[in-house]
């Protein structure tokens, strides 16, 4: 790692500068900054084709936890109505409705229905949203469904997305496709069976950073690619675990409730005492009637925008213009309110520290979510009534309940780090290596060898811990009779225990690399002059090729492509919800004009076929590192047909079986 500070600012310029060249993506990303689109907000149309539809599709949501709620937080009203949700834990109900305020970051990522539609409260959404709190089938049966969004945790993936599309229910499943290869194929064959559009949540194929990074890839900008080096390392201790979820059982959660509700009562009545004696300390009747105005302020101005928030959910029929008038009203009293909040404070004299010592906002929403996710509990006795079973590991009784809320934790209910976490990066190693190829498929690899092992989390769950995987793929001059040693080598590492480095991927070719961290920034880098990375520019070389040659900072080109690609950047799951729903538009024109629906003019990105291939790679991952751990060879040679959702062979040897019981 000789990656300098400065380096980095070097590498992220060049990397504006690339896609601001008109050789490149320029002339696009100045149609997006004269049209004031940002990313995020009109750009995934632009970039990958689909249009705008006449009505939003009605939309079901099936698993309101982590990811559910991501996907919550992405829905575009013009494209998404959701009319439906569905989960057995309580706490994720509410999630669903208010967002998650276990922190700020959460809360961006996840904001809930209310934020996404303006709904006033949980009860006016509910008049919107039916909820089915038992079996997801349910929901399936609603008749004003017209797509499913599926967020379950992994086992339940084919099952689900199955029961939908026999129900004639559209699905954008999350990733990993599902639990087994066959599970996999199972899906693609209904998916053709039942006519309905399936497509999975790889959602680098819906992001523009990644698609103007395989843009830089296929006009040969950084040469010939002889390796990808990615990974997700992560600080993940004992104790200090992210997919360790809290259980509603422990009692020390309850503790926790406890203290936490006692140490907001004391903070309310401890800051009410302070600004009423600070108040006492003011003679000036003109600051005393400013702040009498502002205590009246303080008490109607939450109600007004409750009412107006009311307004904007009965506001169905209402114009665009119209609702954004009432949205702007909301917008004007929220920063009145946060202004007179801040005045008030200032007029009283205090000092900005106590004001945050009270911070009586953040405590009340701590006492709130902890109150809700101790509702999880009610789930203790009927968690096996949903399929979840009791373990015991390393000597440990193992709850259901904890099955359920820790699915990620065992092989049976997840697939460990490869499903979650390396199956994104894997493919977007081969978006990268498929950008490569003329004939636009997507590149398999030829091997994998992986090992695995849990050294850090050794008692607590049957998933490895650490994973180390090289894949060899074909270079695009592969032949393996002629040319055997073509090859592009991926190395991939997902740990717990450190997590320096963080996550992301290294494209590495002959003149230069492309260095992607965490979904939010390119470093774009030539070859390093005298020791030193240098600015540089795009110029075209050759049909349809361009070449890095020496530039300047602050050009033309970098500020376009910064104005364009400003942050935060959209991760692609918005584009992806997005384009399943015009598609879904599309074949409902295509149908009423007597042409063939299948005949999309935009193909979904991550179609079952695609997906398919990610869930090959992550579980032969897998099976490779349990091959290893029994003292067998664990270098595994793919074959095509596993890619080949019409062929019964798995990497596993099970045989895809539509009429499994778990789907009928």
């Given at each position: 790692m000789n990656l300098r500070p400065e380096d980095k600012t070097t590498g992220i310029e060049n990397f504006y500068a690339a896609v601001g060249s008109p050789h490149t993506r320029g002339k696009l990303l100045n149609q997006s900054v004269q049209a004031k689109l940002s990313s995020g907000n009109g750009l995934g149309a632009q970039y990958f084709g689909y249009g705008t539809i006449d009505r939003p599709v009605r939309i079901g949501v099936i698993g309101t936890g982590d990811e559910g709620s991501v996907l919550i937080g992405a829905l575009n009203p013009k494209y998404a109505?959701?009319?439906a949700i569905a989960d057995i834990r309580p706490y994720n109900i509410y999630r669903a409705f208010h967002g998650d305020k276990s922190s700020a970051s959460a809360r961006r990522a996840r904001p809930g229905l209310l934020k996404i539609y303006g709904w006033a409260d949980e009860e006016a959404a509910r008049k919107e949203v039916a909820v089915y709190e038992d079996r997801y089938e349910d929901l399936l049966d609603d008749q004003d469904v017209e797509a499913v969004i599926i967020a379950l945790p992994?086992?339940?993936?084919?099952?689900?997305?199955?029961?939908?599309?026999?129900?004639?229910?559209?699905?954008?499943?999350?990733?990993l496709m599902g639990h087994s290869v066959h599970q996999c194929k199972e899906m693609g064959r209904v998916a053709d069976e039942t006519d309905r559009l399936l497509a999975i949540g790889h959602q680098r194929h819906y992001s523009v950073l990644y698609e103007n990074a395989v843009d830089l890839i296929k006009k040969n900008v950084i040469g010939p690619i002889h390796h990808i080096r990615a990974q997700w390392h992560r600080d993940n201790l004992p104790g200090n675990d992210s997919w360790q979820k809290p259980l509603p059982t422990d009692p020390a959660m309850q503790a926790k409730l406890e203290s936490a509700s006692q140490t907001l009562a004391r903070a309310e009545n401890e800051f009410d005492s302070v600004k009423k004696a600070a108040r006492k300390k003011i003679n000036d009747k003109k600051t005393i009637s400013l702040l009498d105005k502002f205590d009246r302020e303080l008490a109607s101005h939450p109600k007004k925008i409750a009412a107006l928030r009311a307004e904007l959910a009965a506001a169905g029929n209402a114009t665009?213009?119209?609702?954004?008038?009432?949205?702007?009203?909301?917008?004007?009293?929220?920063?009145?309110?946060?202004?007179?909040?801040?005045?008030?404070?200032?007029?009283?004299?205090?000092?900005?520290?106590?004001?945050?010592?009270?911070?009586?906002?953040?405590?009340?929403?701590?006492?709130?979510?902890?109150?809700?996710?101790?509702?999880?509990?009610?789930?203790?006795?009927?968690?096996?009534?949903?399929g979840y079973q009791d373990r015991n590991v390393g000597g440990r009784d193992v709850p259901a309940l904890e099955e359920l809320i820790r699915w990620r934790l065992w092989n049976r209910t997840g697939g460990g780090l490869m499903a979650e976490l390396g199956s994104h990066q894997l493919d977007a190693a081969g978006i990268f290596i498929s950008a490569l190829r003329d004939d636009g498929t997507k590149a398999?690899?030829?091997?994998?060898?992986?090992?695995?092992?849990?050294?850090?989390?050794?008692?607590?769950?049957?998933?490895?811990?650490?994973?180390?995987?090289?894949?060899?793929?074909?270079?695009?001059?592969?032949?393996?009779?002629?040319?055997?040693?073509?090859?592009?080598?991926?190395?991939?590492?997902?740990?717990?225990?450190?997590?320096?480095?963080?996550?992301?991927?290294?494209?590495?070719?002959?003149?230069?690399?492309?260095?992607?961290?965490?979904?939010?920034?390119?470093?774009?880098?030539?070859?390093?002059?005298?020791?030193?990375?240098?600015?540089?520019?795009?110029?075209?070389?050759?049909?349809?090729?361009?070449?890095?040659?020496?530039?300047?900072?602050?050009?033309?080109?970098?500020?376009?492509?910064r104005e364009a690609l400003t942050w935060p950047l959209s991760r692609g799951y918005t584009e992806q919800i997005e384009h399943l729903c015009w598609a879904i538009r599309e074949r409902e024109r295509l149908a009423a004009e007597g042409k063939d629906p299948e005949k999309l003019s935009v193909p979904l990105r991550c179609s079952p076929q695609v997906a398919l291939a990610d869930a090959v790679i992550a579980l032969s991952a897998n099976l490779s590192i349990e091959r290893g751990a029994a003292g067998e060879d664990p270098r595994i040679e793919f074959m095509d047909s596993w890619f080949d959702i019409a062929s019964d062979e798995t990497p596993e040897g099970i045989a895809p079986d539509t009429q499994r019981p778990e789907y009928l």
């Open positions: 109505q959701v009319v992994l086992h339940l993936h084919a099952p689900a997305s199955i029961k939908a599309m026999r129900k004639g229910k559209h699905v954008l499943c999350e990733k665009a213009e119209q609702r954004q008038a009432i949205s702007d009203q909301i917008a004007k009293l929220e920063a009145r309110l946060a202004a007179v909040n801040k005045t008030y404070l200032k007029k009283l004299q205090l000092d900005p520290s106590v004001a945050r010592r009270y911070n009586l906002t953040a405590l009340a929403e701590q006492v709130e979510v902890l109150t809700q996710q101790l509702r999880d509990a009610e789930l203790a006795v009927r968690a096996k009534d949903y398999k690899p030829l091997s994998v060898t992986a090992v695995g092992g849990r050294h850090v989390f050794p008692h607590d769950r049957d998933i490895d811990d650490h994973v180390y995987c090289q894949f060899e793929y074909p270079a695009p001059d592969y032949d393996p009779e002629t040319a055997p040693e073509k090859k592009i080598v991926v190395s991939y590492s997902s740990i717990n225990g450190n997590g320096f480095g963080g996550y992301g991927e290294t494209v590495l070719g002959t003149k230069g690399s492309l260095i992607l961290d965490r979904e939010k920034e390119v470093v774009l880098l030539a070859r390093p002059k005298y020791g030193k990375y240098e600015p540089t520019a795009i110029t075209p070389r050759g049909k349809d090729e361009c070449a890095l040659v020496d530039g300047k900072s602050g050009s033309a080109e970098a500020r376009l492509g």
